[in-house]
């Protein structure tokens, strides 16, 4: 008897798992930040900073969902999306902002992008993790 016999596998294929996304499925960073800066362009440009906490919070979420929209249509299978946006006021200020994540280095990303006019700052960050 063979060891295939033996296992009771005989005719069966062998489960196999995707433990990897394929390299056009992975998330792209340019391909994101390109997306992030055409958002933040849009939402953004022109506008007045509102110290208003409500306003800020609408704005930064309504920005937030659009990003995360506009990821959602690219073909990136199994990845979880998540996009953090911060915004401030613009007086010459200098901000420091940071972030530690606990993920797989070879299949997870992230992406940020920058707004700046007169009035206002915005940076947006766009985290794809891949789920296995």
Same mark, same amino acid.
């Given at each position: 008897?063979?060891?295939?016999q033996m296992d009771?596998?005989?005719?069966k294929e062998?489960?196999?798992?995707?433990?990897? +996304? +394929?390299?056009?499925?992975?998330?792209? +960073? =340019?391909?994101?930040?390109?997306i992030i800066r055409e958002v933040l362009?849009?939402?953004?440009?022109?506008?007045?900073?509102n110290p208003s906490g409500e306003a800020s919070n609408k704005l930064t979420k309504h920005i937030a969902q659009a990003v995360k929209e506009r990821l959602k249509e690219l073909p990136m299978d199994r990845y979880k999306i998540a996009v953090q946006?911060?915004?401030g006021e613009n007086r010459g200020a200098g901000v420091r902002m940071g972030c530690r994540c606990f993920w797989d280095a070879q299949t997870d990303r992230l992406a940020k992008e920058e707004?700046? =006019?007169?009035?206002?700052?915005?940076?947006?960050?766009?985290f794809g993790v891949y789920l296995y």
């Amino acid at each position: 008897m063979s060891s295939d016999q033996m296992d009771g596998e005989e005719g069966k294929e062998a489960i196999t798992y995707q433990i990897r +996304p +394929p390299f056009r499925r992975m998330f792209k +960073p =340019n391909l994101v930040k390109k997306i992030i800066r055409e958002v933040l362009k849009e939402k953004l440009e022109g506008k007045i900073y509102n110290p208003s906490g409500e306003a800020s919070n609408k704005l930064t979420k309504h920005i937030a969902q659009a990003v995360k929209e506009r990821l959602k249509e690219l073909p990136m299978d199994r990845y979880k999306i998540a996009v953090q946006v911060v915004l401030g006021e613009n007086r010459g200020a200098g901000v420091r902002m940071g972030c530690r994540c606990f993920w797989d280095a070879q299949t997870d990303r992230l992406a940020k992008e920058e707004f700046s =006019n007169e009035e206002l700052w915005a940076v947006c960050i766009a985290f794809g993790v891949y789920l296995y």
